[in-house]
Structures are given as structure tokens and as C-alpha cells.
């Protein structure tokens, strides 16, 4: 993830959270992002590693301290399943209704 930086930014013994779990950065829960994001916090390339993403258009992942997804950073990103509100009542009266 660390791919734009420069070599005055970082020594050679820097460490960086997201070399350690890689799989956190593109993690499918809320919580597990978040925790990514709080990771970058302390990170020495933060905004090397967004303004890299950003220019190539990263299609998602936290990236800087920051979620990306499509290539812009997003406050946060929607829980899988259906969203709120969309429990199928709503077509189902429409479809019942139009056949009478």
C-alpha cells in the first residue's frame, strides 16, 4: 500500500501497519476499517499514501487514513446486505395492488 513515498519522507526501518496486515486495509466490516484508518494515524507516508491513491484511482481500501472507494475518499462505507428501509413491503403491495 506504501507504493508513493519518497526517501526523505521514511528510513529504511520504518514500519508500516498496513505491511503487517494487508488484509485489514480492504477489510468488509465497519469496525475492521475504522481500525485500519486508526492505524494510519501514526504512519510517516500518510499523505503520500492517499495522494498516490487517489491519483490512481484506487477502486477501495483504506488508504492514507482515509476509505477509498471508485477513487474518492467516502466517510464510510455501507454494511453488506440490503439497505435500511428496503424489506420488500413496499413491492410487495405494489405488485398485489397492480394485479387487481
Given at each position: ?19 503487517a ?9 465497519p ?36 476509505l ?11 454494511g ?21
Amino acid at each position: 500500500m506504501v507504493m508513493v513515498h519518497t526517501r526523505a519522507e521514511v528510513s529504511r526501518d520504518t514500519e508500516f501497519p498496513c505491511l503487517a496486515d494487508p488484509d485489514l486495509f480492504f477489510a468488509e466490516s465497519p469496525a475492521d476499517l475504522a481500525r485500519a484508518k486508526e492505524l494510519c494515524r501514526g504512519c510517516p507516508a500518510i499523505a503520500a499514501c492517499l495522494a498516490g491513491a487517489l491519483e490512481r484511482g484506487e477502486p477501495w481500501g483504506v488508504w492514507g487514513g482515509e476509505l477509498v472507494l471508485q477513487g474518492a475518499v467516502v466517510a464510510s462505507k455501507r454494511g453488506r446486505g440490503r439497505p435500511r428501509g428496503s424489506t420488500g413491503r413496499h413491492s410487495q403491495r405494489a405488485i398485489s395492488g397492480s394485479r387487481a
